[in-house]
């Protein structure tokens, strides 16, 4: 029989039995059901229909993500990462649970709200970031801006300040396919800052970087995490980042196997 890869000292075995234990049960039925925290995920379940097989991807993932956490969403492919993010997103109805970003379940309102909600409440940056090919830097930025209701002028200010805030300010008037990978993912990070969002969910933001830029990434993301108490939601299959992570939820089979909590601690600057 395969021996079963430990990571830090946890099998995969180990994890599912440990599924059982008093504690876990103790977490998902008393702390995740709070209505607190700016992300909580209660009992969440999610079923696909395949011909005649009923196909279960989450089976009661519950999570609880505080003010000013930098909480990563971690595990193997297939493992019910991305199908759970898009729920927290507003983009796909969960099967069975609750969804509650800052005490809402978003889940109980229509598509329209939802897509409000999106738009003015989540800062998204994605693996590789949509541009407008006939907008400079600044203006794809400040885009948002319309869908949150100001005057374009207004957003093109605001735009200003973030691409400061990241360090992008010299590039604002190039093209955005200008740019190195690096320096698009730092541009996203701006546009995903515009609106003052609840939060940030980042989607493998560094997937498509060299290490190089995929570190000095992470370092102003954090640097923005301690700085502002910005509170951020990220997918990674990179365990190097995990030490940047405030709370990392280990996913194993559409269920949460483990949470480790880390000390926030402030990167040097």
């Known amino acids: 029989m395969k021996k079963v890869k430990k990571e830090e000292g946890i099998s995969k075995t180990s994890v599912l039995h440990g599924l059982e234990n008093r504690n876990h049960k103790r977490a998902t039925?008393?702390?995740?059901?709070?209505?607190?925290?700016?992300?909580?995920?209660?009992?969440v379940k999610k079923h696909f229909i395949v011909g005649d097989n009923n196909i279960s991807v989450l089976d009661g993932v519950g999570l609880k993500i505080k003010q000013g956490d930098f909480a990563m969403l971690v595990g193997p492919?297939?493992?019910?990462?991305?199908?759970?993010?898009?729920?927290?997103?507003?983009?796909?109805?969960?099967?069975e649970g609750e969804v509650f970003i800052k005490g809402t379940d978003i889940w109980k309102h229509t598509k329209n709200w939802r897509?409000?909600?999106?738009?003015?409440?989540?800062?998204?940056i994605p693996q590789q970031a949509?541009?407008?090919k006939s907008l400079s830097v600044l203006e794809n930025v400040a885009v948002p801006s319309i869908i949150g209701g100001l005057k374009f002028h207004e957003g093109l200010e605001k735009a200003a300040q973030m691409l400061e805030l990241v360090g992008m300010s010299q590039w604002s008037k190039h093209r955005p396919f200008d740019l190195s990978g690096g320096q698009q993912q730092r541009v996203a990070l701006a546009r995903a800052l515009l609106l003052n969002p609840w939060f940030i969910i980042a989607d493998e933001p560094t997937g498509n970087?060299?290490?190089?830029?995929?570190?000095?990434?992470?370092?102003?993301?954090?640097?923005?995490?301690d700085r502002f108490d910005i509170t951020i939601l990220m997918v990674t299959h990179n365990p190097e980042q995990y030490a940047y992570a405030t709370k990392v939820f280990k996913m194993l089979?559409?269920?949460?196997?483990?949470?480790?909590?880390?000390?926030?601690?402030?990167?040097?600057k």
Request: aromatic share 8%; charged share 30%.
């Open 29 to 43: 039925s008393e702390l995740y059901t709070e209505k607190e925290g700016v992300v909580v995920v209660s009992n």
């Open 77 to 95: 492919s297939g493992c019910g990462k991305s199908t759970l993010l898009h729920i927290v997103y507003g983009l796909e109805a969960p099967t």
């Open 115 to 124: 897509a409000d909600f999106r738009n003015k409440g989540v800062g998204f």
């Open 130 to 132: 949509f541009w407008l």
């Open 209 to 225: 970087l060299d290490h190089k830029s995929g570190v000095e990434l992470m370092d102003l993301i954090k640097q923005l995490n």
């Open 253 to 268: 089979d559409g269920q949460i196997a483990e949470v480790v909590e880390n000390k926030k601690r402030k990167l040097k």
